[in-house]
């Protein structure tokens, strides 16, 4: 039961960011908004403001939507037959006869206000504990080890992994993590001289903060020197926007791998798995829930931007098509585009629960 309050507790405020950036730019632009929900299903409790928008609160909490003015669902999929018949008064309330470039603010406010929220957590974060931040000189070589095989020393600087420049700790284990390759190119500074060396990584099983099992590259390598330092409000915003772009690249890196098939699907997960990471991560303390806010709010972001029909990508996407062609795409043809995303949807849904049912041994835990 407690994973399932830390589950709600976590999603919901970054649900509701996401339905408000769309909500914020369609206000903005003169769109009437008809529902703004939080969850699907059977309403729990609902409200109207000053301009007719419904306001709710639904019973499964596992996302929510905003409803425009003409639309046919949730989905922003548009209602033919009623923007046929809109007067002129109407029409000026539609999403559907804006301004392309209107349009296409309101889809992306979505995804925006999740990126904004997890770069404003990564700030807060980072002027409240300063930044510690682990130096890449190698300070100790396990026996045996890939590193030690390789020729690496202690006193060896890494700088490179397979010719993409590494600067973090958190930079080198995100590539090790996402690593599929049997060898690993590495540049490192000896002395004052650079040098590069092909290291076979082991892999290993680990278990995860959420008691999941992976594979995992390991060098055998140690890095025991430390810098810790305050930093101030412009340096924390630095930090926090390098931090959100490199976890961008590795999460659209993660899911190129999985398309292409260099990574199996099992880092797919659904909400069990979110119930499951949001329990461990309460454990470890109110930062620790603070980032791991972050890192949901900037999945949900960068999932909602992919050019998937029925997401806020595939929305911008079929603008794009508009502009190019100077005309919004044949009705039929968009509704057999958007039955085409949700079954897509669907198949993406139930691997991730399967995923998910995998450890049903949480599952039989959960509401102990």
């Known amino acids: 039961m407690a994973a399932l309050i830390w589950f709600i507790i976590i999603l919901t405020p970054i649900v509701f960011i996401h339905e408000l950036g769309h909500f914020v730019f369609a206000r903005l632009f003169?769109?009437?908004?008809?529902?703004?929900?939080?969850?699907?299903?059977?309403?729990?409790?609902?409200?109207?403001d000053s301009k007719d928008t419904t306001w709710q609160?639904?019973?499964?909490?596992?996302?929510?939507?905003?409803?425009?003015?003409?639309?046919?669902?949730?989905?922003s999929v548009p209602d033919e037959t009623k923007l046929q018949s809109f007067d002129e008064d109407e029409k000026k309330l539609s999403l559907h006869h804006k301004k392309l470039w209107q349009k296409s603010l309101i889809v992306f406010g979505g995804p925006l206000a999740n990126y904004l929220l997890a770069i404003v957590l990564f700030i807060g974060v980072a002027l409240y504990s300063g930044k510690q931040e682990v130096t890449l000189e190698i300070t100790g070589i396990q026996n045996e080890s890939p590193?030690?095989?390789?020729?690496?020393?202690?006193?060896?600087?890494?700088?490179?992994?397979?010719?993409?420049a590494v600067d973090s700790m958190f930079d080198?284990?995100?590539?090790?993590?996402l690593n599929t390759e049997e060898e690993i190119k590495l540049g490192y500074i000896r002395g004052d001289s650079y040098m590069t060396v092909n290291v076979v990584p082991d892999f290993i099983d680990i278990v995860?903060?959420?008691?999941?099992?992976?594979?995992q590259a390991i060098?055998?390598?140690?890095?025991?020197?430390?810098?810790?330092?305050?930093?101030?409000?412009?340096?924390?915003?630095?930090y926090s926007v390098q931090q959100v772009f490199d976890m961008s690249c590795n999460m659209l890196l993660g899911i190129w791998q999985m398309i292409t098939g260099q990574r199996n699907t099992d880092d797919l997960g659904g909400p069990?798995?979110?119930?499951?990471?949001?329990?461990?991560?309460?454990e470890q303390g109110v930062l620790a829930v603070l980032l791991f806010m972050a890192i949901i709010s900037l999945n949900l972001g960068l999932v909602n931007l992919l050019p998937?029909?029925?997401?806020?990508?595939?929305?911008?996407?079929?603008?794009?098509?508009?502009?190019?062609?100077?005309?919004?795409?044949?009705?039929?043809?968009?509704?057999?585009?958007?039955?085409?995303?949700?079954?897509?949807?669907?198949?993406?849904?139930?691997?991730?629960?399967?995923?998910?049912?995998?450890?049903?041994?949480?599952?039989r835990n959960l509401f102990n």
């Open 30 to 48: 003169g769109v009437k908004v008809d529902v703004f929900s939080i969850g699907f299903g059977k309403t729990l409790f609902k409200w109207k």
């Open 57 to 75: 609160v639904a019973l499964i909490p596992l996302g929510g939507y905003v409803k425009m003015h003409g639309d046919d669902n949730a989905a």
């Open 147 to 164: 590193a030690q095989k390789s020729g690496l020393e202690v006193g060896d600087v890494i700088v490179e992994f397979n010719d993409q």
């Open 172 to 177: 080198l284990k995100s590539k090790l993590m």
């Open 208 to 215: 995860d903060i959420g008691g999941n099992q992976r594979k």
């Open 219 to 238: 060098l055998g390598v140690i890095f025991g020197k430390f810098i810790y330092s305050k930093i101030g409000v412009l340096e924390s915003i630095k």
């Open 272 to 282: 069990i798995k979110i119930a499951k990471y949001s329990a461990a991560f309460a």
């Open 308 to 363: 998937i029909p029925m997401l806020d990508g595939g929305h911008l996407f079929l603008y794009a098509l508009e502009g190019i062609m100077r005309k919004p795409l044949n009705y039929k043809i968009q509704n057999m585009i958007f039955k085409i995303g949700m079954a897509l949807l669907i198949a993406l849904m139930l691997m991730a629960f399967w995923n998910d049912l995998k450890g049903i041994e949480f599952l």
